[in-house]
Nanobody, 116 residues
Framework: QVHLVESGGGLVQAGGSLRLSCAAS????????MGWYRQAPGKQRELVAR????????YYADSVKGRFTISRDNAKHTVYLQMNSLKPEDTGVYYC?????????WGQGTQVTVSS
């Protein structure tokens, strides 16, 4: 059973930083491209970043490029999202999943709230 657990969200003022973690286990993690997604209230879920299975290739949505950094540590079965210079528009629930996503893998996510 695939289980992905997000953590690290919280309340932060504009301009601040947060580091999100997504923990998994086993060989599943190493074999998959992983992504971070977010969903703001009343909006569709969107891909904000993804990282290749080996960690050497990354993609970022234009809205977060230059501010967010995705990385992974396969030995620790964890993918990270370092978020700097946060803006109120970054507010939402952040999820990890494979990229492309698989419906069965969506978890509870972690809430990020950025105040003005």
């Amino acid at each position: 059973q695939v289980h992905l657990v997000e953590s690290g969200g919280g309340l932060v003022q504009a301009g601040g930083s947060l580091r999100l973690s997504c923990a998994a286990s086993g060989s599943f993690f190493r074999a998959n491209v992983m992504g971070w997604y977010r969903q703001a209230p009343g909006k569709q879920r969107e891909l904000v970043a993804r990282v290749s299975s080996g960690g050497g290739s990354t993609y970022y949505a234009d809205s977060v490029k230059g501010r967010f950094t995705i990385s992974r540590d396969n030995a620790k079965h964890t993918v990270y999202l370092q978020m700097n210079s946060l803006k109120p528009e970054d507010t939402g629930v952040y999820y990890c999943n494979t990229a492309p996503s698989l419906q069965a893998y969506w978890g509870q996510g972690t809430q990020v709230t950025v105040s003005s």
